[in-house]
């Protein structure tokens, strides 16, 4: 099927472009805040506030909904961005002596 307003070149055939009509967004992440008997609630907040961009009364929803069910989401990114975060910040309690775990789980 030729197309009238496009020329074809010489010596191809004609194509067919089918044009996408949405724009595939990429799958995201939770990142998992895990509880444990040693990490201080005060750095949870901090954390939370410092790498996840909450607000402190965020924070300490947050924080207390790990203390008492065990996890809690931290924030939601795509693949990449939610596994570097928590590499980062697992980092960052371990040189501070915490045993934080953080982990990532598909939406």
Do not use: C, W
């Amino acid at each position: 099927m030729s197309n009238p307003d496009v020329p074809a070149r010489e010596g191809q055939p004609d194509l067919a472009v089918q044009e996408r009509t949405r724009t595939a967004h990429p799958r995201m992440y939770r990142v998992m805040l895990h509880n444990d008997d040693y990490t201080t609630m005060e750095y949870v907040v901090d954390v939370l506030m410092r790498h996840f961009g909450r607000s402190e009364p965020e924070a300490l929803r947050i924080m207390l909904q790990v203390h008492h069910k065990g996890a809690g989401v931290a924030g939601v990114f795509t693949r990449d961005e939610a596994e570097t975060r928590a590499a980062e910040v697992m980092d960052e309690a371990r040189g501070r002596g915490f045993p934080l775990r953080l982990t990532t789980e598909p939406e």
